[in-house]
């Protein structure tokens, strides 16, 4: 199985602050890779697939890059509602995995 | 409006059964592959299972095979979970998630259930 390894497992970041969580692969993974965000007591969300493409409706401010083990994503400015785990989750081979999610809290 | 809404959880005992249902509506179900993904209470996600649009394929994460079995009827807009001899450990939300793509481009959960609660406990 493929391993996602996230980090950091958690942050806590100023309204406003650019907020970078990487993951990286245990094996080649190519580009396949999406990011969700889930907010407490709620299902997760899409916000990026295929490692850099924005999901329709997703703010611009979040953004995805990377390709074989190591992948970012990235929050330009960070904002109040952005609060919530993020999870990245890789879907090269079967069986499809998660990372282990990173809580974003505001400082 | 893609929906997805889940079914089936509660109080199960372990070895027990539960069969979990996930109605769907708002897009053309049978041209999507389909899944389960599950959350332990307070950790992280899994997947589960994904069912083809006609349900000749179908896989599982290891620690399910041949308890869990993952169905649809297409007729009726419905995705199933079948659950088997259940162990405390299966014990999750368990999420119906549509997936979008293919095998020559990306696959992504693009919409998700509110979430089926089940718990295995004596």
């Known amino acids: 199985d493929i391993q996602m390894t996230q980090s950091p497992s958690s942050l806590s970041a100023s309204v406003g602050d650019r907020v970078t969580i990487t993951c990286q692969a245990s094996?080649?993974?190519?580009?396949?890779l999406n990011w969700y965000q889930q907010k407490p007591g709620k299902a997760p969300n899409l916000l990026i697939y295929?490692?850099?493409n924005l999901e329709t409706g997703v703010p611009s401010r979040f953004s995805g890059s990377g390709t074989g083990t190591d992948f970012s994503f990235t929050i330009s400015s960070l904002q109040p509602e952005d609060i919530a785990t993020y999870y990245c989750?890789?879907?090269?081979?079967?069986?499809?995995?998660f990372g282990q999610g990173t809580k974003v809290e505001i400082k | 409006e893609v929906q997805l809404v889940e079914s089936g959880g509660g109080l199960v005992q372990p070895g027990g059964s539960l069969r979990l249902s996930c109605a769907a509506s708002?897009?053309?179900?049978?041209?999507?592959?389909m899944s389960w993904v599950r959350q332990a209470p307070g950790k992280g996600l899994e997947w589960v299972a994904n069912?083809?649009?006609?349900?000749?394929?179908?896989y599982y994460v290891d620690s399910v095979k041949g308890r869990f079995t993952i169905s649809r009827d297409n007729a009726k807009n419905s995705l199933y979970l079948q659950m088997n001899s259940l162990r405390v450990e299966d014990t999750a939300m368990y999420y119906c998630?549509?997936?979008?793509?293919?095998?020559?481009?990306?696959?992504?959960?693009?919409?998700w259930g509110q979430g089926t609660l089940v718990t295995v406990s004596s």
């Open positions: 998630a549509r997936v979008e793509g293919s095998s020559s481009s990306w696959w992504k959960f693009d919409y």
């Open positions: 708002g897009f053309t179900f049978s041209s999507h592959w």
């Open positions: 069912i083809k649009q006609d349900g000749s394929e179908r």
């Open positions: 094996q080649d993974i190519t580009k396949c």
């Open positions: 295929d490692a850099s």
């Open positions: 989750q890789q879907y090269g081979n079967l069986p499809w995995t």
